[in-house]
């Protein structure tokens, strides 16, 4: 396995909620990057946001790893969640507070703190 792949992989089974998207929370790049984390804002989530864009290896090995075409990818608790439509879709119905609480415990909004981390 590859040091990305191995970096990847433990982002997305160690931090509770990780959002890989292009750009970072200061400056998302794309809309659909926007959207996902204004939906898991907005539901109060701990989020760790990667920005995808320095390296396009990154993009490659999250793809083959989650099988998920597409950026943002969302993870809460090493569960692929889905993109921007699925979390806005969650978020709208009241399930994306329901998975986060399941997930992270009934406390989970106590530790919003969101944070950058890079991989390379």
Not at 3 to 19: F, K
């Amino acid at each position: 396995m590859s040091e990305l792949r191995e970096q990847i992989q433990g982002v997305i089974e160690n931090e509770p909620v990780a959002l890989f998207m292009k750009g970072t929370p200061q400056f998302a790049m794309c809309g659909n990057s926007e959207r996902a984390l204004r939906a898991l804002r907005e539901a109060g989530a701990p989020v760790t946001a990667v920005d995808i864009l320095p390296d396009p290896a990154i993009r490659q090995e999250l793809t083959s790893l989650s099988g998920w075409p597409t950026i943002p990818q969302v993870f809460v608790k090493g569960e692929l969640i889905g993109g921007a439509d699925i979390v806005e879709e969650l978020a709208a119905t009241g399930e994306l507070e329901q998975k986060l609480a399941t997930a992270l415990g009934p406390d989970y909004r106590e530790s919003r703190a969101e944070h950058v981390v890079g991989v390379a």
